[in-house]
């Protein structure tokens, strides 16, 4: 079974400022994605960015960034240039591929970020 | 194009009851994910069907359970509620099995008195 664990429950930052949520992940498997998402106050979970195991190139999304660290097990995000729109919980999450399981989402357990005018 | 949408946004049931939550994906989308979101916890997996067959179970007891639809709607019904099935139910679609990109609904609130 895979586990996503975020160990920031809270975190705020200044506008225009750069802000980085760490997430760390424990798996046996070596086919998989990680994604972050997004869900603010109305609740819709929006995908903010992702990033293919066997892709050694980090994924960027405009302010959005990750450090990838496979053998470290580490996904971390970076949003660059905050922005009061940027305030949501964030989740990172884990889908095995290539078996017939559903390809299921598992999530960490969230970091709220606050974006601070 | 519509987004996924789900009904109701809320509602509010007694313990022991019955309920049903509905879920309509992206047109073109066969494969519809249902998660279960407690408060202040990331969203956890409950069904996942693809073309009508359930293609896989989260840790889950039988009073849940969930179908798919030949328009490849969806229902999730929940059994003998109970207050801690008080949870955001999300639903998510997928344009087949195994593609990773995800899109959610906006999730129905319940909560369970």
């Known amino acids: ?25 424990d798996t ?5 994605y990680l994604f972050w998402y997004k869900q603010p106050p109305s609740r819709q979970m929006i995908l903010v ?3 293919e195991a066997y892709k050694q190139q980090n994924a960027t999304e405009n302010r959005f960034s990750v450090n990838f660290q496979k053998a470290a ?18 989740f990172c999450a884990f889908m095995k591929l290539g ?19 | 194009d519509a987004g996924v949408t789900q009904s109701p946004t809320h509602l509010i049931k007694t313990r022991g009851q019955h309920v049903t939550l509905r879920c309509s994906p992206i047109s073109g989308h066969k494969s519809v994910s ?7 916890q990331g969203p956890q997996f409950i069904f996942q069907y693809y073309e009508k067959e359930e293609r896989g179970r989260g840790n889950f007891p039988d009073r849940f359970s969930a179908r798919q639809f030949p328009n490849y709607s969806s229902e999730l ?3 003998a509620l109970l207050l801690g099935d008080s949870a955001l139910y999300l639903c998510a679609s997928r344009l087949r099995d195994r593609t990773y990109e995800q899109y959610f609904g906006p999730g129905t609130r319940l909560t369970v008195t």
């Open chain 1, 99 to 117: 078996d017939t399981s559903g390809s299921r989402l598992t999530f960490g357990e969230g970091t709220q970020l606050t974006v601070n005018p």
């Open chain 2, 77 to 79: 019904n929940v059994n």
């Open chain 1, 28 to 32: 046996s498997e070596s086919n998989y």
């Open chain 2, 34 to 40: 249902w998660y279960q979101q407690v408060l202040g």
């Open chain 1, 1 to 25: 079974a895979q586990t996503v664990t975020q160990s920031q429950p809270e975190m705020s930052v200044q506008e225009a400022e750069t802000v980085t949520l760490s997430c760390t992940y």
């Open chain 1, 49 to 51: 960015i992702r990033q």
């Open chain 1, 73 to 90: 097990k580490s996904f971390s995000l970076k949003i660059s240039d905050s922005q009061l729109g940027d305030t949501a919980m964030y």
